[in-house]
């Protein structure tokens, strides 16, 4: 019990009612649309952003789409485990590992299957499965806000810089899906929310694996 407490004190107050907030918000979507009703909402932010975004910059976020998939991403997350190997750091390494199969399995083996809602008409790329919540929502959150947390530490100096890029980086996938019809918007904001609850379990584990290794080298320090 104590080690739970522990636990909720790392994470904290106002994240702990942010990931309630974002698990509300989740099951406020499903009950609202069905699972096989596609709301004038989603149909109206599609059109809408077709008609806004000019075909050169559709054709940018079509890559940046591709990018963002299977094409690239692996191959980061890859190299980002090999650095986290040869320089020892085994609680980042952990975390990133768990942070990134848990999401897959949470998102395409738990909660796709579960909600079992279709994806858009006439999408633009090829892909295929059910598509709520979205998975490319979760993961950029997962992803790259865990290297943030990671870099910032070696790098106090580059925190905003790595944070404000991140972010950046992270709407332009969102938009990226929705451009490429790939994703309906409530599938985007339910992904983005379960993205910040997994984000925010790995995160409290890192922090309090990392002060327990703390204690243990003041311990044994001469």
């Known amino acids: 019990m104590s080690g739970l407490r522990t636990w909720f004190r790392c994470l904290g107050a106002w994240r702990l009612a942010l990931c309630f907030v974002a698990t509300l918000v989740v099951i406020s979507i499903e009950l609202a649309i069905g699972n096989h009703v596609t709301p004038e909402l989603d149909e109206a932010g599609l059109a809408w952003l077709g008609d806004v975004i000019p075909p050169p910059l559709g054709r940018a976020l079509v890559v940046v789409y591709q990018v963002s998939g299977t094409r690239f991403t692996p191959l980061l997350v890859l190299a980002s485990l090999i650095d986290l190997i040869l320089k020892r750091a085994w609680d980042e390494l952990t975390w990133l590992s768990v942070g990134t199969a848990g999401f897959l ?3 395409d083996r738990w909660l796709k299957p579960l909600f079992d809602r279709a994806r858009p008409h006439e999408t633009l790329v090829e892909v295929s499965g059910r598509s709520f919540p979205s998975d490319h929502a979760t993961g950029a959150v997962v992803f790259y806000f865990l290297m943030c947390a990671f870099l910032s530490k070696r790098y106090p100096q580059w925190r905003r810089p790595l944070y404000i890029g991140s972010a ?27 993205g910040f609850i997994w984000l925010s379990v790995c995160l409290t584990n890192w922090k309090l694996a990392a002060a327990r290794q703390s204690e243990r080298n003041r311990v044994l320090a001469p």
């Open 168 to 194: 950046i980086w992270v709407a332009l996938i969102w938009i990226s899906t929705l451009n490429t019809r790939v994703h309906w918007p409530t599938h985007i904001v339910a992904g983005a929310r379960v």
């Open 105 to 107: 399995l949470i998102v």
